[in-house]
């Protein structure tokens, strides 16, 4: 009697239960819960912020989708990464498609950090996308009240800047100011230290694909 062939990874992610999200990293399947309400806030109006100016054009340029946990297909069915919010351009993407599955590369994606998911955040999806090719990656922590912006660059090493302020124009959304405040639901938290509103702007080349930065 021949053995049952087993499910596909994807096979396995579409058969996750309400609640679960699964994705596919290096050829492992991850799943997380749903988020948490400092996470969900954080996420929904960071959306909201984006979506009028960038989505819609009204009181901004305009020329952007904006959607909430897209599921990307870098590798149909094979390399599947759903962030909290990504971003494309409409010159390259001019309407999104039926289908579910996200096949164009984004321009732009965001993780909002939490205990649980931030070193895959960090150390699995954002290497994957630079070198799917992603220009622009936010990092929002919500109980550090940070937000590192990131931008891939073909040159060596990146740079960083800190920005304590409350009011942030970061790239590729740079026309329209964004107040971090609103993002936060909780006091920050980080060893005692009372850190407000930080900004990181890095410059990601090589580092975005996981090669060390500096010396």
């Known amino acids: 009697m021949q053995p049952e062939p087993q499910p596909t990874f ?54 952007w989708w904006i959607l909430d946990e897209p599921e990307l297909h870098f590798v149909r069915d094979i390399e599947v990464a759903v962030p909290d919010l990504a971003g494309w351009r409409r010159e390259r993407m001019p309407v999104p498609l039926e289908d579910h ?35 622009y990656a936010w990092l929002i922590d919500p109980l550090e009240h940070t937000l590192e912006a990131l931008r ?7 740079g960083s800047a800190v920005s304590p302020v409350p009011k942030v124009a970061a790239p590729p959304f740079e026309a329209v100011s964004i107040d971090l405040q609103d993002l936060w639901l909780l006091p920050p938290t980080g060893h005692g230290i009372v850190r407000r509103f930080i ?7 090589n580092a975005l694909r996981g090669v060390p930065n500096g010396p």
């Open 10 to 63: 994807y096979e396995s992610l579409e058969a996750l239960p309400e609640g679960l999200t699964g994705e596919i990293l290096n050829g492992q399947l991850h799943t997380q819960p749903q988020p948490s309400g400092a996470h969900a806030v954080a996420s929904s109006t960071l959306g909201g912020e984006l979506f009028g100016p960038f989505h819609k054009g009204r009181g901004g340029p305009g020329g």
């Open 101 to 135: 599955r996200f096949e164009v590369v984004p321009d732009w994606v965001c993780e909002i950090l939490s205990p649980s998911t931030g070193s895959k955040d960090r150390e699995i999806k954002l290497p994957l996308y630079g070198h799917y090719g992603v220009s």
């Open 152 to 158: 891939r660059d073909p040159g060596p090493g990146f």
């Open 199 to 205: 900004l990181f702007y890095m410059f990601m080349g």
